[in-house]
């Protein structure tokens, strides 16, 4: 198994930048897939960002495409999220979490979750 443990969020002006750690402890993270999402209050958890086992690969969804990156640190077993030119629409409790079989948006493959951080962009 594997616990994470998210933090970087906190209060953003529009235009300004956060920078999201989703820090693993257990079993190596380099063995997962990891995967950010954001939920507000009265919806589904939605899709940010994921990224392959290696780091070779990421996956964006379309609102955030070009304002967000992931990455990660394997020998830290940590993954990062970088949000940039962020936007009122982007507050959200954000979550990482992680599976063991392959790059997925879907919320209910991943195994193990965060508790979450809350990200809130004021305009």
């Known amino acids: 198994q594997v616990q994470l443990v998210e933090s970087g969020g906190g209060l953003v002006q529009a235009g300004g930048s956060l920078r999201l750690s989703c820090a693993a402890s257990?079993?190596?993270?380099?063995?997962?897939?990891v995967g950010w999402f954001r939920q507000t209050p009265g919806t589904e958890r939605e899709f940010v960002a994921a990224?392959?086992?290696?780091?070779?690969?990421?996956d964006y969804a379309d609102s955030v495409e070009g304002r967000f990156i992931i990455s990660r640190d394997n020998a830290k077993s940590t993954v990062y999220l970088q949000m940039s030119t962020l936007k009122p629409e982007d507050t959200a409790v954000y979550y990482c979490?992680?599976?063991?079989?392959?790059?997925?948006?879907?919320?209910?493959?991943?195994?193990?979750w965060g508790q979450g951080t809350q990200v809130t962009v004021s305009s």
């Open positions: 979490a992680a599976e063991i079989a392959r790059m997925t948006r879907r919320a209910n493959e991943y195994d193990y």
């Open positions: 257990g079993r190596a993270l380099r063995t997962y897939v």
């Open positions: 990224i392959s086992v290696a780091g070779l690969t990421a």
